[in-house]
């Protein structure tokens, strides 16, 4: 150990400091470094891979976390106070005594905290003492190691399924083509397998890598904490710079698949490294309901100083009056008497003191307490439970909960989270002529009433169906309702099979297309018409759908157990396609002759022959792409491996080709499209294949290259244009294929450019994507595909019921207006006799216009007397452009007012920063709470912005769920978290929070009562370790449990009657009335609970605290039952927590009577209660003062409940009923509302199930024509475009 | 915020699905118990008038009797009650309360005749009432030692700061200490029953079983325990200012003297309420029967405690005693009321019931 100066050790600091904050790190290996000291490590200054997430440590806990506690405001008014009651002039108490609280409080809050950093320690020193391999140069071999010996400059040795311990970067892999896989589910919850490639042309050329002979420098980006972006690049001793990106960056916490094992260079450690720069704690948001909580709070604290002022004005007055000095005015020890005004004002701070529990300091806690209550429930709900995932709902921020019951406003993404994301690929167009696939339609069609039970098929054709069953006498039962029943049965063997697989990979749906017959022959004769040169636009558009894409392949025989798994299902799956073929046959004699063949086909397709295809597994990073190449596959054209620089493809032929992949133009939202660029193995050409939005792609359509194509490029584009527009009223997503044969010269000119952009720091991105702007120009159109995105499971019924519970539903989505509106149609956002708005504006002139006259035709509507009745509800479609012009603060307010009118609204092509400024504007503009749900990436500004955010843990990744504050993994299980949750954590809570107003003012004001028979000099008749007990222990835990365990309304009625979720929503039950009526109520009681005793005791010989005692037991039994009154459903919790309470104040109290004689000087109560207890007296006026005390609100509450009952009474009242006749209630009230469409807000009930008023009339279509604009205003009605499931 | 699970429990998760044994994933279905579920089997009470109908008019049935109950027992109390303040010229009082003084060595003895118009039965108990005395005074309420009267010696001799400023007198510590033992009552009341035949009879008052039988054995305790010699314990102490003579000649019976002298006890149980009384004296096991005849009484008061200074009145108060104590007729006449009232709102709550009850019935809720 060498001596170094202090100035030198400050020097090396700075110079640490300075190397951290750079913006370029240049790092080298440590090797020839190994074995020297500290000091002579080139890369000392980077933070090792050990972590710590602990706030404290052993020494500084208890002044850390002591400051840490005084952050909170409380904290400082509590020890405020006890500080006060040190002043001898102005305490109310012992001073000791007085810090009891908040020693109490602080010291539970210091055990928690205590208790997590515990649980961080023993997390950290497992993570840091996790083993791992890194190289020694001494020992020329990888040596065991520890998580937290690595630094930076090492080289770590990751094997197949071990988690990497730093980031690394990839310099080796066993892989022959140096590609590692690697799953990121632990960062960034994407299931399937990312890929990542070693360096290049660094030291990879040995079989083995060597460590040793690295002696390049690693140049880097300052560590952030974007998972998805990383800038380096590795300046060789020949100072040639190759650049790399987060393809050749592992991240720590990722775990290696299908890789032996692979090499890294440690480029950041330890809390540098990228996931734990995304480890932040959990959000905090304010709810509603807490910020008016802590406008009352205000009030409290204005009531507070009032009472003082009183008191001090009081005692001033009081001394004032006084003739002479009487003997019970104690002077000071010096023997002097403070003038009235000064002991006034000294009085003013005693009653602080004593009237401090007026500010509910503890609610805060309590509320904390609740709110963990009500999540534990809310995860442990069986009915949000996901089997296909093993997921529940997660509540990542812990304080919103009760926001969850007051959402007027619902913004939802449509991609998967209204649909499943699970793309199907339906149809296609190719050259201009378009291939319907009748037959996957008609599969898809059973599959579908197979797995939800529409009545499609039954209702279209019942009769043939009835007597073709009939003659098929292989089918047991005869009637509908039995094979509905087996269905259903079937179909939880289906959810059964599912849950036992632990990810749900594409199912059998997706994977397995029907090809269509013409496109099949149109096929076979392209191949044989063009022989061997494959440039028939046939071949090409499958070769495109199969190479155009970032798919992996990974074989069943992989290790990775999931694969297997998925492969089992699919073998399962199609066994039950069979079976169901043969159940299902009376269906398919009348409905389709193309059966039998393609029956035959799937069974062929099973046969072992086969299996070897099938054994590929596809995972894509969208659904869209794994369908397409699944789509492929069915026409034979199988993707058979993709290296980074290779594609394989079978052809129908059973030839293999081999592309040589030259470059891969990721998609990005920008360009809407991507892009391959391979060597064409037989033609030698450079081909670039692109696929995109058809927008995307329509205007980057060049003149034809293609001369020997007979037609016209230009006719083809707008066939083709024709099917897409017709696809997208169908609702399928549309993808445009093109191809574009790229010069040797030009591919050339173009890589360097390439290389230039990719090795670059500084604005890598944008020249990354200039450059593939630079190549998609002048492509050819070779068709395009339509893919159903299927919706999920009930979402029309949940926006049926988030609609009846008078909440207005946006639906927010990138797809164009057709497919929009069909799935809208679909999800019955919009309705059949709804009054659809069309708003699609180029202008702003016209736009203005167009809001103007819509609104006044709206208004018009509306306010006819004539439609009170039949007033179809208006939904309003509006486009991405038109939005953003409507959202200027010119026309903001007319549109907010368009808007609110419209029941609901549908947004199309909007972008996900619109999607959050439309969230905003809502939120802030109409003063409403807003709730988004979306489940991908472009969801999150949106999730964000609204006051809760709920993402669906779907298909795309995590990154919506990481920045929402619930999680769920079904669009339906919105419904139960809103309404059936919502509802009970607002109402719990909020009815909680009055209740503990009222409790503290309720007890405060007895002593305050007393200062007007003690001369306002600050006693209190109850001795102090009483009162804190009171709060504490006796009257804490009712509350809690009230706010916890309540239950106005079971799930059942909620979930059944959706209306009853309006009572939350606005100002709900938390309204200012609320809170000043119970306050009102707590004087009233206290004035009860203090004169009766007082007028009973009057003139008697009774003492201060033989008086407090009967106040503090008739106080406790006042407040408990108010809350019985307001405890809705009792359960063996309820009492034992209510009895516990009184059996523990009598408890406690006699105990403390019992033992205390002169433990707590001056107050004595030494066996008061007991002698109180033995006075009949006690109980007379316990019984007659809660008696009196409770009689107004009981009153108050039957009346209530007897002459204007709430719908929640109601509700209450059917509850009660049996099951069975609730059902049946829930279910004639429904049917008869569903006839006839719900826009009354009361919760008015039909007068008879039978009387419904039919509502054919369609309104006369106001049509407002403008110019140069499309615009419509028309009811659509006709269905017959839409899909056949809905 | 995106990779929060990123944490040693989920790496643990997915290190066991991924082991070569390929474990099962631990599944996170939540139990379907009824209590995390919601489903506990509740009690739901819906308050309306037809559920609550019975519990008022219960209350009423139950409460009325009682209040009857409490007037009679609180009438047929007997209790007298003289003012003996002597603000009046007419008082004979007068002259004592104008010679204010604390200290005065000559005693002031005034006589105040009054007549007692029905007999007292059974144990009579004789209070002295002060009105506007603030003995609930925070300041004077704290102004004590416990310990001292406890019988603690350290105490004894240094009194609790509590006691300022009538912890030490003269350099010597005060014995009783504070602001309350200074300012004890310390009238001496006679009573004389003036026999119809003109003999005045000394009624036989008994100054023991006046305080709380808690106090008197266990709170309070004479320094050195009982059989101490009082003058030779209280030795190095001294006298609170106010009194005339220390506490350890406060009476002459050794169980009834120094803290655990029962006048002195109970003036200690500071009274929670400015206007007070405290119980001075009792009757009992009277030779004669009724223990007090009608007839003329004088008391005889030797005048010591000054209440000018803050307009007070005193008293002496003659009552007999019930289970209930006192006599109070509130409380009686609140059971009454409150009978009443629920009697009454129930029938109200009746007639509700009968015009609005139907509607409430579920049945009908759909129409």
């Known amino acids: 150990m060498t001596w170094t100066s202090p100035l030198e050790l400050v020097r090396d600091a700075l110079r640490g400091q300075r190397a951290r904050d750079k913006d370029l790190r240049n790092l080298v290996s440590n090797l020839p470094y190994e074995g020297l000291e500290k000091g002579k490590q080139p890369n000392r200054y980077f933070p090792g891979n050990a972590i710590k997430t602990t706030k404290y440590s052993l020494l500084l806990f208890i002044p850390m976390n002591l400051f840490e506690q005084f952050h909170r405001l409380a904290n400082i008014y509590f020890v405020g106070l006890a500080i006060l009651n040190f002043i001898p002039v102005v305490n109310a108490f012992q001073p000791e005594v007085a810090l009891i609280p908040i020693c109490v409080i602080m010291s539970l809050t210091a055990l928690k905290d205590a208790w997590e950093d515990f649980r961080r320690y023993q997390s950290d020193r497992k993570l840091n003492n996790m083993p791992c391999f890194i190289y020694s140069r001494r020992e020329k071999q990888y040596m065991g190691r520890h998580w937290k010996d690595v630094q930076v400059g090492d080289f770590v040795k990751v094997f197949c399924n071990e988690i990497i311990p730093a980031d690394l970067l990839l310099l080796h892999t066993s892989d022959t083509s140096s590609v590692c896989l690697v799953e990121m589910s632990n960062l960034d919850g994407e299931t399937n397998l990312k890929q990542r490639r070693a360096m290049s042309g660094l030291c990879n050329t040995d079989p083995e890598f060597e460590p040793e002979s690295f002696n390049s420098i690693v140049v880097c980006e300052k560590p952030n904490n974007n998972l998805n972006h990383f800038k380096c690049f590795v300046e060789k001793p020949d100072k040639e710079k190759v650049g790399a990106g987060i393809e050749s960056l592992l991240l720590r916490g990722c775990t290696v698949r299908n890789t032996d094992h692979a090499v890294g260079f440690v480029v950041f450690a330890g809390h540098e490294t990228k996931s734990m720069l995304n480890n932040n704690g959990p959000r905090y948001k304010r709810s509603k309901l807490e910020r008016k909580l802590n406008i009352d709070v205000i009030f409290c604290v204005i009531l507070l100083f009032a009472m003082c002022l009183v008191g001090a004005v009081g005692h001033y007055s009081w001394l004032q009056a006084l003739p002479g000095v009487p003997p019970y005015l104690v002077p000071d020890s010096s023997g002097h008497l403070d003038s009235p005004s000064l002991s006034g004002f000294y009085m003013f701070f005693t009653m602080i003191i004593l009237l401090q529990v007026l500010i509910p300091i503890s609610l805060y806690l309590s509320i904390e307490l609740v709110k963990i209550g009500q999540i534990f429930f809310i995860t442990n709900d069986v009915d949000m439970y996901d089997p296909d995932t093993n997921s529940r709902v997660q509540c990542k921020s812990l304080n919103i909960t009760e926001d969850l019951g007051q959402i007027e406003y619902v913004f939802s993404d449509k991609t998967g989270t209204l649909t499943e994301n699970k793309m199907v690929y339906c149809r296609c167009s190719v050259m201009g002529t378009e291939y319907p696939h009748k037959e996957n339609a008609i599969r898809l069609a059973v599959l579908e009433g197979e797995e939800t039970e529409e009545d499609v098929i039954f209702n279209q054709k019942p009769q043939p169906a009835k007597t073709t069953w009939s003659l098929d006498g292989s089918l047991e039962g005869n009637n509908f309702v039995d094979t509905r029943q087996r269905h259903r049965g079937r179909r939880r063997r289906k959810l059964s099979r599912s849950a036992s697989t632990d990810v749900a990979f594409s199912s059998e749906l997706e994977t397995e297309v029907v090809p269509d017959r013409m496109l099949l022959q149109q096929l076979s004769r392209a191949q044989s018409s063009s022989g061997s040169g494959m440039i028939d636009p046939y071949l090409d558009f499958f070769l495109a759908l199969t190479i155009c894409n970032t798919v992996v392949v990974s074989m069943a025989t992989a290790q990775r157990q999931r694969v297997s798994a998925q492969f089992t299902a699919a073998v399962y799956g199609k066994r039950r396609w069979r079976a169901l073929s043969g159940e299902k046959r009376w269906m398919y004699i009348f409905t389709s002759c193309y059966r039998k063949r393609n029956r035959n086909g799937t069974i062929a397709e099973d046969s072992p022959a086969a299996s070897a295809s099938d054994n590929l597994s596809y995972e894509a990073e969208s659904p869209d792409e794994a369908a397409l190449v699944h789509a492929a596959k069915a026409y034979g054209f199988i993707l058979l491996a993709r290296t980074p620089d290779s594609v394989t493809v079978r052809l129908p032929s059973g030839k293999e080709l081999v592309f040589e992949l030259l470059a891969t133009l990721t998609f990005d939202s920008t360009r809407k499209r991507m892009s391959v660029l391979v060597r064409h193995p037989i033609t030698k050409e450079c081909v670039l294949y692109t696929k995109g939005a058809d927008y995307a792609i329509m205007e980057l359509l060049g003149t034809p290259y293609a001369e020997h194509l007979s037609g016209n490029q230009k006719n083809i584009a707008a066939d083709t244009q024709h099917h897409l527009d017709c696809y997208a009223k169908e609702g399928l997503r549309t993808l445009c294929f093109t191809k574009k044969v790229v010069s040797e010269k030009l591919y050339e000119s173009w890589s360097v450019n390439r290389q230039r952009a990719l090795a670059a720091i500084e604005n890598r991105e944008e020249l990354v994507m200039d450059s593939a702007v630079e190549l998609e120009t002048n492509l050819f159109l070779l068709g395009a595909t339509g893919i159903e995105d299927r919706l999920q499971e009930s979402v029309p019924d949940t926006i049926v019921a988030l609609r009846e519970a008078g909440i207005q539903v946006w639906v927010l989505t990138g797809d164009k207006t057709e497919t929009a509106v069909n799935i809208g149609y679909a999800c019955r956002l919009l309705e059949e006799e709804d009054l659809v708005i069309n708003m699609n504006c180029k202008n702003k002139l016209s736009c203005t216009s167009l809001l103007d006259c819509t609104l006044e035709e709206v208004r018009r509507y509306s306010a006819d007397p004539r439609n009170v009745d039949t007033t179809p509800d208006i939904s309003l479609v509006i486009d991405g452009r038109t ?12 549109f907010l007012a368009l808007a609110k009118c419209c029941r609901s609204v549908l947004c199309c092509r909007v972008t996900p920063l619109q999607k959050s400024r439309v969230v905003k504007v809502v939120r802030e503009k109409l003063k409403v709470m807003t709730l988004a749900v979306g489940d991908g990436a472009n969801d999150v500004n949106m999730i964000q912005a609204a006051d809760v955010g709920v993402g669906i843990s779907g298909q795309e990744g995590m990154q919506a769920v990481m920045a929402s504050d619930f999680s769920i993994s079904h669009f339906k299980h919105l419904r139960k978290l809103l309404l059936v949750h919502g509802h009970w954590c607002y109402t719990r809570l909020a009815n909680m929070i009055i209740y503990f107003f009222y409790k503290n003012v309720a007890y405060v004001n007895l002593l305050f009562w007393y200062q007007f028979f003690c001369g306002f000099s600050g006693t209190a008749m109850i001795d102090y370790w009483l009162m804190i007990f009171f709060n504490l222990f006796f009257t804490s835990l009712p509350p809690i449990m009230f706010g916890i365990m309540d239950k106005d309304v079971s799930a059942e009625m909620l979930l059944g009657v959706p209306e009853l979720y309006r009572t939350g929503q606005g100002a709900g039950e938390y309204k200012f009335s609320t809170f000043w009526v119970s306050m009102l109520d707590a004087f009233y009681q206290s004035l009860v609970c203090f004169f009766i005793p007082y007028l009973a005791y009057k003139d008697s010989d009774i003492d201060v605290f033989t008086f407090g005692t009967p106040l503090n037991t008739i106080s406790l039994f006042t407040i408990l039952l108010h809350l019985s009154i307001e405890i809705k459903a009792w359960t063996w919790v309820h009492w034992v927590v209510m009895l516990g309470s009184v059996a523990m104040y009598f408890i406690v109290t006699l105990a403390y009577s019992g033992i205390c004689i002169t433990c707590n000087p001056p107050s004595n109560p030494y066996w008061i209660l007991q002698s109180q207890m033995a006075d009949p007296m006690f109980y007379l006026l316990c019984i007659i003062t809660t008696v009196v005390a409770l009689l107004p609100r009981y009153m108050f509450h039957v009346l209530r409940n007897s002459i204007a009952p709430s719908p929640l009474l109601q509700a209450r009242q059917l509850d009660r009923m049996d099951p069975c006749a609730r059902e049946q209630w829930i279910k004639e009230w429904r049917s008869f509302r569903g006839s006839r469409g719900v826009k009354c807000s009361k919760f008015s009930t039909p007068s008879s199930p039978n009387l419904e008023t039919p509502v054919g009339i369609h309104p006369q279509s106001p049509t407002v024509s403008d110019t140069g604009d499309e615009f419509t205003l028309n009811v659509l009605t006709d269905n017959c475009e839409r899909t056949l499931h809905t | 915020m995106m990779a929060t699970s990123y944490n040693a429990k989920d790496e643990d998760g997915h290190i066991t699905v991924s082991g070569p044994g390929g474990g099962t994933l631990r599944s996170r279905k939540p139990e379907n118990t009824a209590f995390k579920q919601q489903r506990l089997p509740a009690w739901q009470p819906i308050l309306t008038a037809g559920t609550v109908l019975p519990a008022f008019f219960i209350i ?43 200290n005065s060595s000559r005693p002031c003895t005034c006589t105040i005749p009054f007549y007692l118009e029905q007999p007292y039965e059974g144990n009579v108990y004789m209070y002295y009432g002060l009105s506007n005395f603030y003995q609930n005074h925070r300041r004077y309420v704290k102004s004590r030692d416990d310990s001292q009267l406890h ?94 003579k220390p506490v350890y000649e ?87 009321t409150v009978g009443s009232v629920c009697f009454f709102l129930g029938v109200v709550l009746l007639v509700i019931h009968h015009k609005c009850g139907n509607r409430n019935n579920s049945a009908d809720i759909s129409n």
């Open chain 2, 250 to 336: 406060l009476d002459k019976n050794s169980s009834n003297n120094g803290f655990i002298n029962e006048d002195f006890i109970v003036w200690m149980r500071t009274a929670a309420l400015p206007t007070f009384r405290k119980l001075y004296r009792t009757i009992k096991d009277a030779k004669v029967i009724p223990t007090l005849p009608s007839g003329n009484y004088t008391l005889e008061v030797v005048y010591n405690y000054p209440v000018r200074s803050f307009e007070g009145r005193k008293r002496m108060i003659l009552s007999t005693i019930s289970w209930m104590g006192g006599k109070n007729p509130f409380l009686g006449i609140a059971y009454v």
């Open chain 1, 883 to 894: 939005l953003t012009m409507a959202l200027e603060s010119d026309l903001r307010d007319r």
């Open chain 2, 60 to 102: 009423g049935l139950i409460f009325i009797p009682i209040g009857i109950g409490l007037y009679v027992t609180s009438n047929n109390i007997r209790e007298f009650e003289v003012d003996y303040t002597g603000v009046d010229m007419s008082s004979p009082c007068f002259n004592c309360s104008q010679n204010y003084s604390w």
């Open chain 2, 151 to 244: 019988g603690d010696m350290d105490s004894l001799l240094t009194p609790s700061k509590e006691c300022e400023p009538y912890a030490f007198h003269d350099k010597k510590p005060i014995a009783p200490c504070g602001a309350i033992a200074n300012s004890m009552f310390n009238d001496t009341l006679e009573l004389f029953y003036n026999d119809p035949n003109g003999t005045k009879v000394l009624v036989p008052l008994a100054n023991t079983g006046i305080a709380w039988f808690t106090d008197k054995y266990v709170k309070f305790k004479n320094p050195g325990g009982d059989g101490a010699n009082l003058t030779a314990v209280f030795q190095g102490t001294s006298k609170p200012v106010n009194w005339l």
